[in-house]
């Protein structure tokens, strides 16, 4: 073992020298959001998510981790919000909050703690997103210009996410409301720690957290962790900065548990199931979906292209991701929609700014496999697209489509905005079909 009970008791692990520094009292950045708005926002999204999410109903488990939210909800680090937890039966370490004080864990993040002060610093890492109000913060600064209307139209009793959800902004992957900044993140950190600190728990279990994650990324758990260390992004130096920061906080006892449940309550968590797969609701039909040789255009605020007149530009936004499909080719399942058949075309910002083709695509096929495990990839060629150098990569995947296997054609090429893709999905057998229309779609695209 790393430690003993009576070490990670001690002061000597955590205490501030005689020359202790200040701590910052962060405060949540540009919003134009209310609290309450915040909280309605929330709510909405939480029903969204209580329909897409396989919840954990143990009754058990359920007043455990209320029980640790509650003991956290006593530091004033926490604010004031009436905060309610939920657990995901999902095998895949991770942790998200909503605003307005909704916070889910999955069963995956409960067994990857090693005690409860973990736990209590996962859950205080959440709380900490709520109360600094980063979601909406960061919804103010994506929509600026439309946000004032939109929130208008909520006070007249609209749907705030359907509002948003006009804007491009929505609860789908790397949504703003569910993938914090590395700023975000360093501010989650500190005042985590600090909730920590004020309830007793020991902070330094926070850096152990993530010191244990970090290992898992590197051995065979990669894929276990890599859906948690893409919401949360490294902002640099993270173990160390949360050990400089235990430094700071006041002289305590801290311990790793208040109610010696953890250990019973992590085994009921990992003797939970796997939720059954989520069933396509429909076969597929050809006649429905295959998209015909008359072509239209479609203008962007960045691009041009043409694509089959019998599909319909289904949702979309500047610079968001714009699918194109017929309505039939959108396969509604127990985790939301999936596009079975059509396109989605949009711009992925890479870490680097300095745009380098085949790195930036190979970054974007890494974040695009931890959404869709089954994506294997058949071969790449190099194409032409807009008279400008690209990649042409084609992949293999499950198909939301009952008894069908997809193929998925991803097409790259660097731009300034960043690097553009489109990727044309069809099922399989649909493949010999589609490769003329497109071959017409890539020939089309015009900057």
């Keep these: 073992m790393r430690k003993t009970m009576l070490a990670a008791c001690c002061f000597a692990t955590v205490l501030a020298t005689s020359a202790q520094a200040a701590l910052r ?32 109903h143990n009754a058990q488990l ?34 998200f909050s909503l605003p307005g004080g909704f916070i889910f864990v999955n069963t995956g993040a409960i067994d990857a703690c090693e005690n409860e002060a ?9 709380m900490s997103h709520v109360n600094l109000r980063h979601g909406t913060n960061q919804i103010t600064k994506a929509a600026a210009v439309e946000l004032p209307a939109m929130l ?47 309830v007793g728990y ?51 006892n801290y311990v790793l548990t208040k109610t010696n449940q953890f250990p019973a309550m992590k085994a009921i968590a990992m003797k939970i199931p796997p939720p059954p797969k989520s069933p396509a609701q429909r076969a597929f039909s050809a006649s429905e979906t295959r998209p015909t040789t008359d072509l239209k255009e479609y203008r962007g605020d960045s691009f041009s292209l043409l694509y ?22 959108v396969v509604q399942t127990l985790d939301g929609s999936s596009v079975g058949y059509g396109m989605e075309i949009s711009y992925y910002a890479p870490q680097s700014r300095a745009g380098d083709l085949r790195r930036d695509t190979a970054a974007l096929i890494q ?7 089954d994506l294997r990839r058949e071969r790449t060629e190099d194409v032409d697209v807009s008279g400008q150098p690209g990649l042409l990569h084609v992949f293999q995947n499950r198909s939301p489509f009952a008894n069908e296997t997809e193929r998925d054609w991803l097409v790259t090429v660097e731009r300034p905005q960043g690097l553009f893709y489109l990727t044309f999905i069809a099922p399989q057998s649909e493949s010999d079909q589609v490769a003329e229309i497109l071959e017409k779609v890539v020939s089309s695209i015009r900057f």
């Excluded at 640790?68 to 991770?94: C, Q």
């Excluded at 491009?168 to 975000?184: D, E, M, T």
């Design 25 to 56: 009292d962060l405060k949540p950045g540009w919003n134009l959001f209310s609290k309450e708005q915040d909280v309605q926002l929330g709510r909405e999204a939480q029903g969204e998510m209580l329909k897409k999410r396989a919840i954990v």
């Design 62 to 95: 359920d007043a455990y981790v209320t029980r640790i939210g509650r003991i956290l909800m006593r530091s004033p680090h926490a604010g004031t919000w009436a905060y309610e937890f939920h657990v995901v039966n999902d095998k895949k370490v991770n942790a």
């Design 118 to 126: 973990q736990f209590a610093g996962v859950l205080a890492h959440e």
């Design 152 to 198: 208008a139209a909520a006070l007249l009793g609209r749907s705030m996410l359907g509002q948003l959800a006009q804007a491009g902004i929505g609860l789908g992957a790397n949504s703003v409301l569910l993938k914090f900044s590395r700023s975000n993140e360093s501010e989650a950190d500190y005042n985590g720690v600090e909730i920590m600190a004020d």
């Design 202 to 252: 020991n902070p330094l279990e926070m850096a152990h957290f993530f010191e244990k994650l970090t290992a898992d990324q590197r051995s065979g758990l990669a894929g276990r962790v890599a859906e948690f260390l893409s919401d949360h992004p490294n902002p640099g130096n993270r173990v160390e900065a949360i050990q400089d920061e235990v430094r700071e906080v006041p002289r305590r």
């Design 308 to 329: 089959p007149a019998n599909w319909q530009v289904l949702e979309g936004g500047p610079d968001k991701v714009i699918t194109i499909a017929p309505p039939s080719g």
């Design 367 to 373: 974040e695009l496999t931890r959404s869709n495990p």
